[in-house]
C-alpha cells in the first residue's frame, strides 16, 4: 500500500522559513510529477509548486522567488523550502504524488495528510 507522510510545518513569524518534506512509502515501482497544494480556511486548494520526474518545476505566482520544490528520487521525497514567509501563506500544505505501485501498470494520484503552516507573530 503506497502512502504519502509530510512532516515540517508548524508556527513561524513573518520574514522566517520552513522545510516541508513529503516522504512516499510502500510497493512503489515509479513516481512520476510530485507537487505541494495547500488549503487556507475557507479557501479552495492551491497548487504551490510542482517537479516533474526530470526535475522541472512550477510555482504559483504568489510564492515565486520565496518557494522552492525538489525532490531526492533516492528517498522518494519531495521537499518545499519555504522563505520569506507571509501571513498569506498560512494553510495546510499538502503534497500530492503520481505513482505507479508494483502490483499495478498505471499510475494514480496520492495524497498526504497535510500539515498545518502558520505565519503569524
Known amino acids: 500500500q503506497v502512502q504519502l507522510v509530510e512532516s515540517g510545518g508548524g508556527l513561524v513569524q513573518p520574514g522566517g522559513s520552513l522545510r516541508l518534506s513529503c516522504a512516499a512509502s510502500?510497493?512503489?515501482?515509479?513516481?512520476?510529477?510530485m507537487a505541494w497544494y495547500r488549503q487556507a480556511p475557507g479557501k479552495q486548494r492551491e497548487l504551490v509548486a510542482a517537479i516533474t520526474s526530470g526535475n522541472s518545476t512550477n510555482y504559483a505566482d504568489s510564492v515565486k522567488g520565496r518557494f522552492t520544490i525538489s525532490r531526492d528520487n533516492a528517498k522518494n521525497t519531495v521537499y518545499l523550502q519555504m522563505n520569506s514567509l507571509k501571513p498569506e501563506d498560512t494553510a495546510v500544505y499538502y503534497c500530492k504524488a503520481l505513482i505507479v505501485p508494483r502490483d499495478t501498470s498505471y499510475a494514480r494520484e496520492y495524497w498526504g495528510q497535510g500539515t498545518q503552516v502558520t505565519v503569524s507573530s
Open positions: 510502500g510497493s512503489i515501482l515509479l513516481i512520476y510529477t
